[in-house]
């Protein structure tokens, strides 16, 4: 499968490069859980190319799921500013609050598909960024929303998972199309 190939290039002198392209709906990566992973040079290495593949996506966030790895990584921007990128890893949701809000997300994984669905507005997370040290923060608003998406990734709960009817019949020839295309390329 092209979507969820992972190219590998090396010289001698430079370090290991990864080259992400984001995996596609119904790929069975997409609905493993992902496991909790080290903080060394290959998470960070992962993190980089994750946030390649994410901007080059024009995406706002990205889950090591979606790239074809079942690793507890989380990669998010919620501004399009470069000193925005957020690299979580191992993340755990503590607390959701605030209230229910209904917002339209897409996802990579689900190209050109839409759906309103409902979440609290904010979170209490705990995290280890790429130093190695664990985090407690409260978010609200949009970035606490691309986490609560991304987070589903991690336990392999995906968009289409939150569909209401209305938007699982909106998209139906959509999703079929994918499935299409996952099963010609078996
Ligand atoms: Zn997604």
């Known amino acids: 499968m092209t979507e969820s190939q992972t190219t590998t290039t090396t010289t001698p002198s430079a370090p290991v490069r ?4 984001v995996t596609l709906y119904p790929h ?8 909790d992973v080290p903080v060394n040079d290959q998470t ?4 980089q190319a994750m946030f390649e593949c994410m901007i080059r996506s024009d995406g706002c966030g990205l889950a090591a799921p979606q790239v074809g790895l079942e690793q507890r990584i989380l990669v998010l921007n919620a501004t399009g ?3 925005d990128n957020l690299a979580l890893i191992n993340p755990t949701i503590l607390k959701r609050y605030g209230g229910d809000t209904l917002m339209e997300e897409g996802c990579l994984s689900f190209p050109r598909m839409y759906a309103e669905v409902k979440r609290p507005d904010s979170v209490t997370i705990e995290y280890t960024d790429l130093e190695g040290v664990r985090h407690t923060k409260e978010y609200s608003g949009f970035i606490a ?3 609560q998406h991304e987070y589903d990734h991690l336990e392999g709960v ?3 998972d939150r569909m209401t009817p209305a938007d699982k019949a909106r998209n139906r020839s959509g999703l079929e199309a994918l499935i299409e295309r996952w ?3 078996q």
């Open 18 to 21: 990864l080259e992400f392209v």
């Open 28 to 35: 069975p990566v997409l609905r493993k859980r992902a496991q």
């Open 44 to 47: 960070r290495a992962t993190v």
């Open 81 to 83: 500013e470069p000193q």
């Open 145 to 147: 929303r691309i986490i």
């Open 158 to 160: 995906l968009l289409v």
């Open 183 to 185: 099963k010609r390329a």
